[in-house]
């Protein structure tokens, strides 16, 4: 297992790794210390060698057809009773840690190829446990008949069963870090042909059912945020915001467009959400159109497979304005949206259209002074930015937890506003990262309070 560790699936590591450094595996090793090797001077009869192989053979075809029937899940000590039947455990300890974990290698190897469920360990890790809690409890039933005889625990226990309770006796202090059965496999000669192996192993080992891969982001589905704009065309980046009008949203975050082709009077590109993993497809039309003696540029884009808007564009080609398109999925989206060429980061400071039009260079001064200033403190990654970013962080995080647990004690208006101001100051790269974290804290809280 050790071997394998490092050839599992990205999915599988971690679970792995918290199996093979728990506490049964230090127990292991104390047993196989403490156990001394059968003297090879001692010969036997060839007829009682023989009576001994059979012997062996009967009990080992017994306990490996028990484990069959259970699917190797042992879930309790008196389990292992069955399975070993009448008997003491140190008769059978060493077959059936064998067999145990010859099948849970056998899981090992099949988390190289596939997304196994977690629990697959957990299961492994419950068998091993109770064998050893029986394990234990013939301790403890040896140390009460030792103390009767008023003799040397210690010595007794070196002696009895060539010594294997000897060590486990002491209950010395455990930590994960003084196992050392990885350095031991490190020494052994290692084997070859791996992959021949893992691929003649069925899945029908498996307690639960293979699980679907993670749907990671492909190379190409990612949106570079830092590319340079082609002014004059479609092409490249807008950035723009988007509430209903009804008090709900769809995305109260940043919505990032990038057209990466024009054909003719077609466009397509990626859309990415902020409250999203992945980006989406983007197709739109562009028509041109005279209005009395200017001319104006018609588009209409369709974002993913249900939401539509449609807009124009300005002169210069640097902003589009425009309106939602209602549809069943989407409701009342009465609020008109705007997409620039400002940089997703820095639209939180970008001017509305009435500060424009009440007095055109504050508004864009304002815009441009505190733009330049925010972008020196992110590059600097100044106090001031550091604490500021934090403290938005962590109110984001209460809000979004608050609207999707606690559903009796929703959001009120004032909460709801900031929740849309607050993802509003986060690009959707940020964005992503931070849903992703509040995704991990929200599967780990109670469904409903």
């Given at each position: ?16 790794d ?10 292991l090793e ?6 001394k ?12 060698e023989?009576?001994?192989d059979?012997?062996t053979?009967q009990e ?5 057809a028990?484990l ?13 009773s069955?399975v ?5 455990i140190?008769r059978?300890?060493?077959?059936l840690?064998?067999m145990?974990l010859?099948h ?6 099949l ?10 360990f957990q ?10 809690l029986a394990f234990?409890?013939r301790r403890h039933?040896l140390?009460?008949?030792f103390?009767q005889?008023?003799?040397?625990l210690e010595r007794?226990?070196?002696n ?8 486990s ?5 455990w930590?994960?870090?003084e ?12 084997e ?7 691929e003649?192993?069925?899945t029908d080992?498996?307690k639960?059912?293979v699980?679907q891969p ?5 190379p ?5 945020e830092?590319c ?13 915001c ?13 919505i990032?467009?990038d ?6 009077s077609t466009f397509s ?6 409250d999203?993993a992945?980006?989406?497809h ?5 028509l ?13 884009l ?6 539509q ?7 210069t080609?640097t ?8 549809s069943p ?7 008109p949206?705007?997409?620039?060429r400002?940089?997703?980061h820095l639209?939180?400071?970008r001017?509305t ?8 260079s ?5 815009f441009?002074?505190t733009?330049v ?6 590059q600097?990654f100044s ?15 209460e ?8 559903i ?7 909460e709801?506003?900031?929740?849309i ?6 690009s959707?790269?940020?964005?992503q990262f931070?849903f ?6 929200l599967?780990?809280l109670?469904?409903r309070q």
């Amino acid at each position: 297992m050790y071997g394998f560790r490092a050839k599992v699936r990205p999915e599988n590591r971690q679970a792995l790794d918290l199996h093979l450094y728990k506490r049964v595996f230090y127990e292991l090793e104390l047993l196989l210390r403490s156990t001394k090797t059968f003297g090879e001077e001692i010969g036997l009869l060839p007829e009682l060698e023989r009576l001994r192989d059979q012997y062996t053979c009967q009990e080992e075809e017994r306990i490996h057809a028990d484990l069959q029937k259970i699917a190797y899940t042992l879930d309790s000590p008196a389990t292992v009773s069955l399975v070993t039947g009448q008997g003491r455990i140190e008769r059978y300890i060493y077959p059936l840690i064998y067999m145990l974990l010859q099948h849970d290698l056998e899981i090992v190897q099949l988390a190289c190829k596939h997304n196994l469920h977690a629990e697959e360990f957990q299961k492994m890790e419950d068998s091993m446990s109770n064998i050893f809690l029986a394990f234990d409890a013939r301790r403890h039933d040896l140390t009460a008949i030792f103390q009767q005889t008023h003799g040397d625990l210690e010595r007794k226990f070196e002696n009895h069963a060539f010594g294997m309770f000897e060590k486990s006796y002491k209950l010395l202090p455990w930590a994960a870090s003084e196992s050392n059965l990885e350095s031991v496999w490190k020494k052994l000669p290692q084997e070859s042909d791996s992959d021949d192996i893992i691929e003649n192993i069925s899945t029908d080992v498996l307690k639960y059912s293979v699980q679907q891969p993670p749907d990671y982001p492909k190379p190409d589905q990612f949106i570079n945020e830092d590319c340079d704009n082609k002014f004059g065309t479609l092409e490249g980046l807008w950035a723009g915001c988007c509430a209903s009008g009804m008090g709900m949203t769809w995305f109260g975050g940043i919505i990032l467009l990038d057209v990466e082709k024009t054909t003719g009077s077609t466009f397509s590109g990626k859309v990415l959400f902020s409250d999203r993993a992945n980006p989406v497809h983007l197709r739109g039309s562009s028509l041109i159109c005279e209005q009395g003696t200017t001319r104006a540029t018609k588009v209409s884009l369709e974002l993913g497979d249900r939401i539509q808007c449609s807009g124009i564009v300005n002169e210069t080609c640097t902003k589009i304005t425009g309106g939602w398109q209602p549809s069943p999925f989407s409701g009342d989206c009465s609020e008109p949206f705007c997409f620039t060429r400002t940089p997703a980061h820095l639209v939180r400071f970008r001017y509305t259209e009435n500060e424009l039009e009440k007095d055109r260079s504050r508004a864009r001064w304002n815009f441009a002074s505190t733009a330049v200033l925010h972008e020196v403190k992110r590059q600097r990654f100044s106090k001031d930015f550091v604490i500021t970013r934090l403290q938005e962080n962590k109110r984001l995080k209460e809000l979004t937890i608050k609207r999707e647990v606690y559903i009796r004690r929703s959001l009120s208006t004032e909460e709801f506003k900031e929740l849309i101001n607050l993802q509003r100051t986060m690009s959707p790269k940020a964005c992503q990262f931070f849903f992703a974290v509040v995704q991990y804290i929200l599967e780990r809280l109670p469904y409903r309070q």
